[in-house]
């Protein structure tokens, strides 16, 4: 199905311009001919150089006043701010700032006329929809991307949202970044012989499926995944990695039970601290939570956005590894 485009909006405000899939977006969308507005904290304030066609405010999710003024004469929104999946934070944490801080950002867009809201959610989110594996991060973005489609379905906003599988490119977070720099600098044990299939994306290909759901008719009321369109085995990608960065492989591999016990043992550590109120982000990351993302495939369909918005992932995470690589050790 060919897309049906609608003209150019001329001024888009992303929120989370700082994080890692925000600064590639906005460089994304400069290059592209949009204007850019970014919402930022104040302790924020300096992460953009002064651009052509680029303007700053300061402001606050949970600050109504902020959030109308960053809202005032822009056609539409991408929404990447909140609290990460990786961060030690708590339910009611979480809510306030991924669920409620949405609904306030989007209160503002309805009342200065902003035309399409774009939200940035998660696959964690359609998890959730279907209570398989159910996180709090993937609850709270449900709910929000729940709320959206609400105000989409009573004619007050364009809702579009979009669901990134894990995000690979330089700059990125979470555990495949991890086991990089590890493996780097020879501190990762060797991982068992993991025929797990999971799916990714490149930031770069999620900047373009953002820029597709903001100019895109047929977007209006529709959620997306978005993937690659590959299927990444785990023990293929750390065999990549070790090429990548001159190791040699190990000749062992670590038996699964003990792989499994250790990733216990660490869970059960944060989870004594947390009585205490002792939250460690990086015990959350190497928690069951991982174990099992190491162990259970975890892929999605992206075809919905190639077919309706002719949606063309142009890199794979082998492809961009080199440069990741060297964007970690720089």
Known sequence: MTSKNSSLATKVLVTGATGFIGGHLCDHLLASGFSVRTLVKEESSKAFKPCRNLEQYIGDLLDKDSLFKACENVDSIVHLAGLAHASAS?????????????????????????????????????????????????????????????????????????????????????????????????????????????????VEDVCEATRLAIISGNACGKIYNLTDGVQYMISDIETAIYRQVGRKEPTWRTPRLLFYFSFTIIENIGNFLSLFGLRFAFLGRLGMRTYNNLVEDSLFAGDKIKEELDFSPETTFYHSLPKIVENLNS
Do not use: D
């Open 90 to 202: 708590t339910w009611e944490q979480l809510y306030q700032t991924n669920v409620f801080g949405t609904e306030l950002l989007l209160a503002a867009a309805i009342k200065c006329k902003v035309k399409r809201f774009v939200f940035m959610s998660s696959s964690l989110a359609a998890a959730a929809s279907e209570r398989a594996a159910a996180t709090a991060y993937g609850r709270a973005k449900l709910a929000a991307e729940e709320y959206i489609m609400s105000q989409h379905n009573e004619g007050n906003i364009e809702g579009v949202v979009l669901r990134p599988v894990n995000v690979y490119g330089c700059g990125m977070q979470g555990n495949i970044a991890s086991l990089i720099s590890m493996i780097s600098r020879r501190l990762a044990p060797p991982l068992p012989h993991l025929k797990t299939l999971i799916s990714l994306i490149g």
